[in-house]
């Protein structure tokens, strides 16, 4: 549930607070790794929270979301784009009709 707050968090973050301290932690060690790495990474956490989507309890499926929006922060830092400006392509509703709710064609 949006504003839930996990246990041992300190409060909801916005997207640039988040991603730097995202690069603050890990961008030096990511970095090392390489884009390549990093994507595999998110890829693998990305393939744990479908599964904890599927089959897992709340608390496992916001521990996995948290870890999919870290890697996803770590590429963003790597490419030196910013994940604030990449949601706010969505900030007026749907990209490409612009509505809300979308109303593009299924």
């Known amino acids: 549930m949006p504003g839930r707050e996990a246990t ?8 640039d607070g988040f991603q730097r301290v995202i690069a603050d932690t890990y961008l030096a060690r990511d970095a090392d790794r390489g884009v390549p790495a990093t994507v595999a990474w998110l890829a693998e956490e990305l393939g744990e929270l479908a599964q904890a ?15 999919v929006l870290a890697w ?31 109303t593009c064609p299924s």
Do not use: F, I, W
């Open 53 to 67: 989507a599927r089959k897992g309890t709340p608390p496992q499926q916001l521990h996995e979301l948290g870890d």
């Open 72 to 102: 996803l922060a770590s590429l963003a830092n790597q490419l030196d784009l910013s994940l604030a400006e990449a949601a706010s392509r969505y900030a007026k509703g749907c990209p490409r009709c612009t509505a809300t709710p979308c």
């Open 8 to 15: 041992g968090s300190v409060g909801p973050m916005d997207l």
